[in-house]
């Protein structure tokens, strides 16, 4: 299996503009988390699907963040528009059964 | 809520020193717990994992107890190498959905 893949893996934009970034999880699992990471605040978990519905989003910021998983193997995370304190690394991750949870090496964004 | 609490990194050891990094935590109920590694541009990748009291997860040298008595679950390793320089996560699922609580995360730099 090709693990969590994630693109883009580097994104560089600039304050206002829309962003988005994808994930596709491992065949077979049911739950998809997308996640924050930054050193001031360390990891935050943004939102989580279960069987492609969102089940807890509290940890969206704001309205300016959006997710979706249209299907099994695929979610996008939007933000619009960007902000700079949005800069940092974003983590999806997927789970099955047995509830470990394997992460995608990440999208660094950076906005300007 | 749950919570897990890590000591503050960084740690900073020579090659073939012992490691200990502590982790505690509080739950309702009996959490499963996990200890996650963070190599550098990389997302998080599970190394161990215990479910219940007394169990002892090991990987890769690393070793983690269940302690429920002191709602422990401390990582440790007899002799640490260069490569094992990374960020350490532990972690909890409250076994009662799909997510994980984190901890801040401490930094491990091992040096020749």
């Known amino acids: 299996d090709a693990g969590v893949i994630q693109s883009p893996r580097h994104e560089v934009t600039e304050m206002g503009q829309e962003v988005t970034l994808r994930c596709k999880p491992i065949s077979g699992h049911n739950s998809l988390f997308w996640y924050r990471q930054t050193m001031m605040r360390g990891l935050e978990l943004l939102i989580y699907f279960n069987n492609n519905v969102p089940i807890d989003d509290s940890g969206m910021p704001e309205d300016r963040f959006s997710a979706k998983m249209p299907n099994a193997s695929f979610s996008t995370l939007k933000i619009q528009p960007s902000e700079p304190r949005d800069s940092a690394v974003y983590f999806c991750?997927?789970?099955?059964?047995?509830?470990?949870?394997?992460f995608g090496p990440g999208t660094r964004l950076t906005v300007t | 809520g749950d919570s897990v609490t890590q000591m503050e990194g960084p740690v900073t050891l020579s090659e073939e020193a012992c490691l200990t990094i502590?982790?505690?935590?509080?739950?309702?109920?009996?959490?499963?717990l996990f200890w996650y590694v963070q190599y550098p541009g990389e997302g998080l990748q599970l190394l161990l994992k215990a479910t219940k009291a007394d169990d002892k997860g090991s990987n890769k040298g690393f070793e983690a107890t269940y302690r429920k008595e002191t709602t422990s679950f401390h990582l440790e390793k007899g002799s640490v190498q260069v490569s094992d320089s990374a960020v350490y996560f532990c972690a909890l699922d409250d076994n009662a959905g799909n997510m994980l609580t984190f901890g801040g995360g401490t930094r491990l730099m091992v040096k020749p």
């Open positions: 502590n982790c505690t935590y509080t739950a309702t109920g009996y959490p499963s």
């Open positions: 991750a997927s789970s099955g059964l047995n509830y470990e949870q394997y």
